[in-house]
């Protein structure tokens, strides 16, 4: 359940972070609604999710790394944003990363 709640925390992370680079700096209302409902659902699912007692590290870790790794897929796929290279080894260094921090916490 943990993870399901996880996984629906970084999906509505990633919608608001779109969303704020659709609100032209927040002066666009719709899509700052969107941001501010996409923010909050995400942090309230968060808090849930540690709540069922997942690791904060590794909660943290899985959710802040692939949101951003997605944010980065979907500005170079959607947003006309450029993923170079060194772009690409980060989000896999990233991706590294998270799977290091759930291994070393695996029971």
Do not use: C, P
């Not at 943290?60 to 980065?72: C, N, Q, R």
């Amino acid at each position: 359940m943990a993870w399901l709640l996880l996984a629906l925390a970084i999906a509505s992370e990633v919608i608001a972070t779109s969303a704020l680079k659709l609100s032209n700096g927040l002066s666009h209302l719709g899509w700052s609604i969107v941001v501010a409902a996409g923010y909050l659902t995400s942090f309230a699912l968060l808090a849930r999710v540690l709540k069922l007692q997942l690791d904060m590290g590794t909660a943290y870790a899985v959710w802040s790394g692939a949101g951003t790794a997605a944010i980065a897929l979907i500005g170079a796929a959607f947003m006309g944003e450029t993923l170079t290279a060194l772009k690409i080894g980060g989000i896999l260094l990233i991706i590294a990363g998270v799977v290091l921090l759930n291994l070393a916490g695996a029971h």
